[in-house]
């Protein structure tokens, strides 16, 4: 049965904090048309920047997730996105004031509540799912980190937290359908160790931490003068009782609450793919760097599917984007290893070639002469070439500098091609480029038919 898209029936603001930086903020979430995703808007900033909440925007890790995109960052928005995403609302306009989105009572709970005040309208366009066919797999096994995501008819998380912890202990949280959110997981409250406190502070964060929004978990009997130093730290009122296990003798509001709260930032970090998932995810001691990166491989899987269905159309009375002699003026390659005729298709994430393939071509002397095939090596150099001039073309003076291949990764060669063949070359930006540095996955077809694919990681360098 088909699902219809839904956004909110109208907007609706919180004022908070900033957990990290003790920023007052507003956050306003408003309605948006179909197929426009979550996307961030800083108010605050000159031209209002817009922020796609897609795992290739995400810039940091380290205490929350953040998204970078056109000059502007915004910080801890994975309880934002989780409420969002355990709503089941796939399109939302975040404006925030400030650079980190507030922090609340450290849960989903708050956000939860407003849009659920304001209601959902239904969109005709139909819910784009994407379905897991195949286990993606992340994985980080020296610090035994595991997330997988399986096959299945519908999202489902399972999470084990341990962190050698007398208090804690191996805790266990699962969420067996999305309609389950808001009862089980968005109350759950975000969690710290007494001795990450002091640390935190030097480093310029959880200004805007207190006992109403995060769980302080003490692992063993500390002094009193010592729980004051502390507390004066972070100018908060002293504590004058205390005891092993949860610092403010909070009653927790479920017996795994960290263990859940765990699974609500997967829920949050999950919503940077960038459209619903219909599979089970099952995670060994998540944390926000290893839910982007299964975001990541996941949205690399929708890429592929998209562009094995979207074979680029090749209409050789079309003029060209870039000509041979553009494509000179750009690359530095001459005969007998120039591999890009011609440049029929160029945006900010994608590039479209074209590789003529003549029996004169001089390695079908060798390769081989009774069975001439295009080496597969050099197939791959058309490719690289084509992604060569994709980067190059979002620099000034690109005559200036070079592209270099680091890595190739998850090369498959599906089809001989053979003298007549017309190769379309595809390569598509799977993280922009930063420090000289880019990901891309390319694609080479011939009629319908795709014959290799692959990813490449390049660096660009100046010239010397």
Same mark, same amino acid.
């Given at each position: 049965m088909s699902e219809k898209q839904r956004t909110l029936a109208k907007e609706v603001s919180l004022q908070g904090k900033g957990l990290h930086t003790g920023i007052a903020v507003t956050i306003t979430f408003k309605p948006a048309p179909p197929n426009h995703g979550y996307k961030f808007c800083r108010t605050d900033l000159p031209g209002r920047p817009v922020i796609d909440s897609l795992a290739e925007n995400v810039t940091d890790t380290s205490r929350g997730t953040t998204l970078t995109q056109n000059g502007a960052s915004v910080s801890t928005i994975e309880h934002v996105l989780a409420a969002l995403h355990g709503l089941r609302v796939d399109n939302a306009i975040i404006e925030l004031d400030a650079p980190e989105a507030p922090i609340m009572d450290g849960a989903a709970w708050k956000f939860t509540e407003a849009i659920n005040s304001v209601g959902f309208a239904k969109q005709i366009e139909e819910r784009n799912y994407f379905t897991v066919k195949e286990k993606i797999t992340y994985s980080d096994e020296e610090r035994g980190v595991d997330l997988i995501i399986y096959p299945d008819d519908h999202l489902s998380i399972n999470a084990l937290i341990d962190y050698n912890s007398r208090i804690l202990g191996n805790q266990y949280a699962i969420l067996d359908t999305i309609d389950d959110f808001e009862k089980e997981i968005c109350r759950s409250r975000t969690f710290v160790f007494f001795h990450e406190l002091e640390p935190l502070h030097k480093m310029g964060l959880i200004k805007g931490g207190d006992l109403d929004n995060a769980i302080v978990i003490l692992e063993e009997e500390v002094e009193q003068d010592e729980i004051d130093r502390i507390a004066r730290l972070f100018n908060r009122p002293l504590?004058?009782?205390?005891? @092993?296990?949860?610092?403010?003798?909070?009653?927790?509001? /479920? *017996?795994?609450?960290?263990?859940?709260?765990? &699974?609500?930032? +997967?829920?949050?970090?999950?919503?940077? $793919?960038?459209?619903?998932?219909?599979?089970?995810? $099952?995670?060994?001691?998540?944390?926000?760097?290893?839910?982007?990166? &299964?975001? #990541?491989? =996941?949205?690399?899987? =929708?890429?592929? @599917?998209?562009? #094995?269905?979207?074979?680029?159309?090749?209409?050789?009375?079309?003029?060209?984007? /870039?000509?041979?002699?553009?494509?000179? @003026?750009?690359? *530095?390659?001459? /005969? *007998?290893? &120039?591999?890009?005729?011609?440049?029929?298709?160029?945006?900010?994430?994608?590039? $479209?070639? =074209?590789?003529?393939?003549?029996?004169?071509?001089?390695?079908?002397?060798?390769?081989?002469?009774?069975?001439?095939?295009?080496?597969?090596?050099?197939?791959?150099? @058309?490719?690289?070439?084509?992604?060569?001039?994709?980067?190059?073309?979002?620099?000034?003076?690109?005559?200036?500098?070079?592209? /270099?291949?680091?890595?190739?990764?998850?090369?498959?060669?599906?089809? #001989?091609?053979?003298?007549?063949?017309?190769? =379309?070359?595809?390569?598509?930006?799977?993280?922009?480029?930063?420090?000289? +540095?880019?990901?891309?996955?390319?694609?080479?077809?011939?009629?319908?038919?795709?014959?290799?694919?692959?990813?490449?990681?390049?660096?660009?360098?100046?010239?010397?």
């Open positions: 504590i004058s009782t205390h005891i @092993a296990g949860i610092l403010n003798n909070t009653e927790l509001r /479920y *017996p795994n609450e960290p263990a859940r709260h765990k &699974l609500l930032d +997967i829920m949050g970090d999950l919503a940077l $793919v960038g459209q619903p998932i219909k599979g089970k995810v $099952v995670a060994t001691r998540p944390g926000h760097y290893a839910n982007t990166r &299964l975001a #990541k491989l =996941i949205r690399k899987e =929708i890429k592929k @599917a998209h562009s #094995k269905t979207n074979i680029p159309a090749y209409d050789p009375t079309v003029p060209p984007v /870039y000509t041979i002699e553009d494509i000179k @003026a750009r690359l *530095p390659h001459r /005969y *007998p290893f &120039l591999m890009v005729d011609k440049i029929i298709s160029l945006d900010e994430t994608t590039v $479209v070639g =074209i590789k003529n393939v003549s029996f004169n071509e001089p390695f079908f002397q060798g390769h081989f002469p009774d069975e001439p095939v295009m080496p597969g090596v050099l197939l791959v150099e @058309a490719l690289a070439q084509c992604g060569g001039l994709l980067v190059l073309s979002t620099v000034d003076e690109p005559e200036k500098y070079s592209t /270099y291949f680091l890595k190739i990764d998850k090369l498959k060669f599906k089809h #001989k091609v053979v003298p007549g063949d017309t190769i =379309i070359l595809r390569m598509e930006l799977i993280e922009p480029l930063r420090r000289g +540095i880019v990901i891309m996955s390319g694609q080479a077809f011939v009629g319908n038919r795709l014959v290799s694919e692959g990813e490449m990681t390049a660096q660009v360098i100046k010239n010397k």
